[in-house]
């Protein structure tokens, strides 16, 4: 168990520019979420998957947020025409859950995107 | 899910108890408590969670009130590894964390 990976850890990119970042989420893990954190504030929601097939997105997810999760294994977070505005530490975090068991989720250090 | 209130900062010394209180006076029957903290750099990390009765593992104790409408997270013995912020958060079953609502936290000083 090498626990949940994401890169890059840092990114800099000016403004209207795309970015995308990955995620490896634990191995047998068959949930993962992704969320979002701003400098004093805890993690906010956007988007999950079960497997491959995204279940839930947050309002939070423009339209020029899009992840996916081929083959229900690593994640990649895409934003398009980056804004100020999403300067922000972007985490992943994977599960396993069957039924209405409990599992905690386990997340990666996160990616910090820096918009200029 | 219901809002959950915690002091923006707490402060410890090294090898002494620290009680982390949390007020989740809207509560449902069905609401679980989770506890996450977040040190510096890196991801939150699971710390404990609970329904009704007080809980133990490794890391810490989870004291929850007979009413339900506040509980206490216990670190028995304080390390500088436990400064972090410490999240109390509120989920309507246990399976159900595909959507955690983070409040801010207490941000936790442990002084050498």
């Known amino acids: 168990d090498t626990g949940v990976s994401q890169n890059p850890r840092h990114k800099i990119t000016k403004r209207g520019q795309n970015v995308t970042f990955r995620c490896d989420p634990i191995s047998e893990h068959n949930r993962l979420y992704w969320y979002r954190q701003t400098l004093g504030q805890g993690p906010e929601f956007l988007t999950y998957?079960?497997?491959?097939?995204?279940?839930?997105k947050s309002r939070l997810l423009s339209d020029r947020f899009s992840a996916e999760r081929p083959k229900g294994s690593f994640s990649t977070l895409e934003i398009q025409r980056t804004e100020q505005g999403d300067s922000a530490m972007y985490l992943c975090?994977?599960?396993?859950?069957?039924?209405?068991?409990?599992?905690?989720?386990?997340f990666g250090n996160g990616t910090r995107l820096t918009v200029t | 899910d219901a809002k959950t209130t915690q002091p923006n900062s707490m402060e410890s010394n090294e090898e002494e108890p620290v009680h982390l209180p949390c007020n989740h006076s809207t509560i449902s029957g069905t609401d679980y408590i989770h506890w996450y903290r977040q040190l510096p750099s890196q991801g939150p990390e699971y710390v404990i969670h609970g329904l009704t009765s007080n809980v133990n593992n490794r890391m810490a104790s989870l004291a929850i009130a007979e009413d339900r409408k506040s509980s206490t997270l216990i670190l028995h013995r304080a390390t500088l590894r436990d400064a972090a912020v410490y999240y109390c958060i509120l989920t309507s079953n246990a399976g159900n964390n595909r959507k955690l609502i983070w409040g801010l936290g207490t941000s936790l000083a442990v002084n050498p």
């Open positions: 998957f079960q497997n491959e097939a995204q279940l839930e």
């Open positions: 975090a994977s599960s396993f859950v069957v039924g209405q068991g409990y599992s905690p989720l386990h």
